[in-house]
């Protein structure tokens, strides 16, 4: 049975390349598209079995659009397919539940035998990967229903974090010097209760405020 595949990646040239690759294995892509809004309507009005997710895409980042659709369309599985190895951004992938984080270094022998796995129902995540993240996502504070008191501030500093922005990044998108940032992330780590950003970022994942 072939496997009905989106693909959502804003470079042409990485469509076209995977494409080429999957020609032939059984994989069909159905349909491209370049920005997120587009990305939601095709997964949610498509005849798909799996897509094939960047994170770096116009309009919506992809795990902004990862966390729509596992509400919206929670039985569609999906493959994060990034040029960046940011274990902020593995560690949300993995907690809204992706089928697997893969780097677009890879062969076109692991990314087929990943979609075919991915579209069986099988996780895709290697254990190197689960190893990086299982620190960050079994913090118990993570897990608990408890209301931290985050100003106006720090909340934006940490959706900022949790979106895998550095200090020097937050500091100029939001217009406050780095050593301020660097204070905001040491209050917010304390405040919630973790000891990483990576933790952090998961936190605000699960709280609602990414």
């Given at each position: 049975m072939t496997i009905k595949m989106l693909v959502a990646d804003d470079h042409e040239v990485v469509r076209c390349g995977i494409r080429s690759l999957v020609a032939g294995a059984g994989i069909q892509v159905v349909a491209e598209t370049t920005t997120g809004e587009e990305t939601i309507h095709a997964a949610l009005h498509s005849d798909i079995d799996l897509l094939l997710l960047d994170i770096r895409m116009g309009g919506m980042d992809g795990l902004h659009i990862l966390g729509r659709l596992s509400i919206e369309k929670p039985n569609l599985p999906t493959l994060v397919f990034s040029a960046h190895d940011n274990p902020t951004y593995v560690a949300r992938a993995y907690a809204l539940d992706a089928a697997g984080y893969l780097l677009k270094g890879i062969s076109g022998e692991q990314l087929v035998e990943?979609?075919?796995?991915?579209?069986?129902?099988?996780?895709?995540?290697?254990?190197?990967?689960?190893?990086?993240?299982?620190?960050a996502l079994a913090t118990p504070r993570l897990n608990a229903d408890v209301e931290v008191p985050l100003t106006q501030r720090e909340s934006e500093v940490l959706r900022q974090v949790a979106l895998g922005l550095t200090n020097k990044e937050i500091a100029l998108a939001l217009h406050i010097s780095y050593e301020t940032v660097k204070e905001h992330v040491q209050h917010i780590l304390r405040k919630v209760g973790v000891s990483d950003r990576t933790q952090a970022a998961v936190w605000a994942v699960r709280h609602g405020l990414v």
């Open positions: 990943a979609i075919c796995k991915a579209a069986g129902g099988e996780s895709v995540w290697t254990r190197d990967e689960l190893r990086r993240v299982t620190g």
